[in-house]
Each structure stands twice: as C-alpha cells, then as structure tokens.
C-alpha cells in the first residue's frame, strides 16, 4: 500500500537549514516508498501569516528541487481556510463533554505547571476544570476571554517512532489537558494537525524530534476523534555551536541567505551529508538521493549545523 506524506510548512517567516532538512526527508521518505506527497500550507496564526509569506515557502521549495502532488495556496490546503472541519471536531469533543474553558494567563498557566521531563513543556495543573460555574461567570464578567482545552485519560499511551522507536506518556502526568483553541479564537497546532491529517488521508508524518513529545497526545486526540493515527517519523534537529535548535531568528542559515551562496544542488547536497546519506557534501538533485535513502542512515542525536 502506497503511503501518503505530508509537506506542512508554517510561513511565519523564511524557511532555515532545519525546516529544509525535515522538508527533503519527508520527500525522500514519500517518494522512495512510491508514496504521494500532499502539500499543507500551516497559516493558522493570522498574526504571523499572510500569503506573500506563504507563496515565498512555494519558491523556496521548488528551488531545491521537491515537488507534490497536491495542494498549495489553491483551495482548502491553507489552514486558513479549514475552519470548518476544525469547529466540527471541537463540537465533537464538546458533545463528549472533553472540552472545557480555561481562564489563566500564561503567566499563570507557567507558575503553576511543572515543566514536561527534560522537554520543558509545561503540564497543565487542570486548575480551571474544577471551577464552579459561579466562578467561571465571575471571571468573564472580569473580562477574560477562554481557551479550550481538552481533557486528557490518565493513561499511558505509547507511539512507535519510525525512527527512535517506542515512545510512551502519560497523557495527565507528563501531557497533561491541552490548548486545542486559544482565547483570541484561533485554532491551536494540536487540534488542527490531527484533523487535517485524518481527512487528507496522511499516514506518514515526518517532522522534527522537537515535536515527538506531541505524538501521544496527538494519536489519543486522533482516535478519540474516530480517525486511526498515521504513523510519526522524527528526525534529528540542526543546532547552533550552542546546542539550541535553529530557529528562523538565525539569519544567516535562512533560505534568503541560502540562496544567495549555493546553488539548489549544493544545498541539497549539505542537508543530505548531514542528514547521513552522502559521505560528504557535493552537488546532487532530492532525486540523486532516492536509491540510498534509509532511516538507518539518519542520525539520531542532533546535528551541529553550519554552512561550510
């Protein structure tokens, strides 16, 4: 059975080096199983996300050399414009009695979390799950606007990553009731993902270690929903000389410093070096990469990145 991957880009900004690496991995990861590639265009946050940024991701893509087989700015393959299926589920978990109000700030919702195990995630106390309704009433009249968060079994549920293998959380202790529409309306990550992967058919989701804390909860929420969870690959995150992962605050390694210094075969050749698939970088196409690609040959701890 032919896989069906997923390209999801956010375009908050230019794509850097890590976002690059994830990009190509998943293409390679689709294409060499004969698999379909869907391209995702993540805009949730209107803040963050105009079109102007999205169509310069489109580019920066194509430039390097991946193609899809479906989606883009066109249609309903912008988050942007898939509130109606995300206002469907949250009924759902609305009807099952899974959602609830909650009222903390973030400095609040902070001080009162303890951070997730070595992740620094923090795990939601559940303090506004056990307002009265008097309570809640008051709070509103004060002014605070709600987010909605989904309540989470006190279970513990495993994913077999494709590339680290099993994973397992408790979902209250280590996840603990989770964001799934913020207090200005908009629809988090958690919710929008599922959702989006459950009707787009994707059954193989290849994306940063960074997010692997995530898949628990994520294949919970999917199954709750009544979807069956597609099967999550992590990869290695590139780090600066300090250890922390790239961001698209580094400058210096995003696509419009990129592309002023290499070429699209350069480039493609670096992020297949590092990711473990060339014994050092030289020019090649995502397709030059296709015969030996294997998970076996990705690193799993992360990746010192610079641009030799």
């Keep these: 059975m032919k896989v069906t991957g997923r390209l999801a880009p956010s375009p908050s900004g230019r794509m850097h080096l890590g976002n690059l690496l994830s990009a190509l991995l998943a293409w390679l990861d689709a294409r060499s199983a004969g698999g379909r590639l869907i391209l995702r265009i993540e805009d949730l946050d209107p803040d963050r996300c ?9 580019d920066d893509l194509r430039w390097l050399g991946l193609d899809w087989d479906e989606g883009g700015l066109e249609g309903e393959y912008c988050q942007s414009r898939r509130a109606r299926y995300y206002e469907a589920a949250f009924q759902k978990l609305r009807d099952m009695g899974l959602v609830y109000p909650c009222y903390c700030t973030r400095a609040e919702r902070l001080a009162a979390s303890a951070p997730h195990g070595g992740e620094g ?7 506004c799950a056990r307002l009265s309704e008097e309570e809640r009433l008051a709070l509103e009249r004060a002014g605070r606007r709600p987010a909605w968060r989904v309540r ?11 590339h680290y293998g099993p994973y397992t959380q ?3 202790r280590d996840c603990g009731d989770f964001i799934v529409r913020r207090s200005d309306g908009v629809w988090a990550y958690q919710l929008a993902v599922v959702v989006d992967d459950a009707l787009m058919g994707v059954d193989r989701v290849v994306r940063g270690r960074d997010l692997l804390p995530s898949a628990p909860r994520q294949a919970w929420l999917c199954r709750t929903l009544g979807y069956e969870p597609p ?8 780090v600066d000389k300090a250890g922390r992962r790239l961001s698209k605050r580094d400058r210096d390694l995003d696509m419009g410093a990129l592309r002023e210094r290499y070429t699209p075969g350069e480039l493609t050749g670096l992020l297949g070096w590092y990711a473990g698939l060339l014994d050092q970088p030289k020019s090649v196409e995502p397709k030059d990469l296709l015969a030996g690609f294997s998970w076996a040959k990705v690193p799993k701890n992360d990746i010192p990145a610079g641009c030799p």
Excluded: C, F, M, T
């Excluded at 105009?50 to 489109?58: L, Q, S, W, Y």
């Excluded at 995630?121 to 303090?127: A, F, H, I």
């Design 50 to 58: 105009d079109p102007e940024k999205a169509a310069r991701v489109i």
């Design 121 to 127: 995630e923090p795990v939601y106390s559940g303090k």
């Design 152 to 162: 989470v079994p006190d279970v513990n549920l495993s994913v077999n990553d494709g």
């Design 170 to 172: 408790n979902l209250r």
């Design 231 to 238: 099967e999550y690959v992590h990869l290695p995150l590139l």
